[in-house]
């Protein structure tokens, strides 16, 4: 079946480093994305790697992916106050895309 | 470029009435899905239309119904709307596959 997996919260201090971790049952998916969503927002595409690809980086993001476990990470290096929200992880999978539950991301000053 | 644009942005209706939502996808995004979003259901895929043609469908009761245009906009309906129904629609735009860009979403509230 299709399913996706995530943490329900994360707490980190301002200017370290936030990891938050989904898992995905379809292997069969040719793309996987990280979204993110403020209070009261829509969704904000932050970045996304294709299934053959390990890692990708950009700017404060790493995205780090081992298809064989079905396991994707999001890494924000130097995390701000602005960075607290909802993050998603989401599978593109028969044309449409399965969502986990969101990771909300609490971030201390 | 502008983005995902939805209409209306908040939207109050009673039980057994019927609502439209509309989307205007990013210029030259041939491809348009909607979500459902709640908090108990989270995020829930309900169609994709590409080129005027239904090309994907969630697992929504026929009340939900939707079509694309000529232009790409996109509109769905829900019929005899249900105290379920209230939640966060989210429509979003692609050319095809990859990226894929989200409105700010239509909040519909049933009483």
């Known amino acids: 079946g299709e399913d996706v997996e995530q943490s329900l919260f994360l707490s980190v201090r301002e200017g370290d480093s936030s990891v938050i971790n989904c898992t995905y049952t379809?292997?069969?998916?040719?793309?996987l994305y990280w979204y993110k969503q403020e209070p009261g927002a829509g969704l904000q595409l932050l970045t996304y790697?294709?299934?053959?690809?390990d890692m990708k980086q950009d700017q404060r993001l790493t995205v780090l992916l081992n298809k064989k476990d079905k396991h994707l990470s999001l890494r924000i290096a130097d995390t701000q106050t602005g960075d607290s929200a909802i993050y998603f992880c989401?599978?593109?999978?028969?044309?449409?895309?399965?969502f986990g539950q969101g990771t909300e991301l609490s971030v201390k000053p | 470029k502008a983005g995902v644009t939805q209409t209306p942005r908040y939207l109050i209706k009673t039980r057994g009435q019927q609502v439209t939502l509309s989307c205007s996808p990013i210029?030259?995004?041939?491809?348009v899905s909607w979500y459902q979003q709640t908090p108990g259901q989270g995020l829930q895929f309900l169609f994709e239309?590409?080129?005027?043609?239904?090309?994907n469908k969630g697992n929504f009761p026929g009340r939900f119904s939707g079509r694309q245009f000529s232009n790409s906009r996109s509109e769905m309906n829900v019929s005899t709307l249900e105290l379920g129904d209230s939640a966060l629609y989210l429509c979003?735009?692609?050319?095809?596959?990859?990226?894929?860009?989200f409105g700010p979403g239509t909040r519909l509230t049933v009483l």
């Open positions: 239309y590409f080129s005027e043609t239904q090309r």
């Open positions: 379809d292997s069969s998916s040719t793309y």
């Open positions: 979003a735009s692609s050319l095809d596959s990859g990226e894929q860009f």
């Open positions: 210029s030259g995004h041939r491809s």
């Open positions: 790697i294709f299934s053959n690809m």
């Open positions: 989401a599978e593109r999978t028969g044309g449409k895309l399965i």
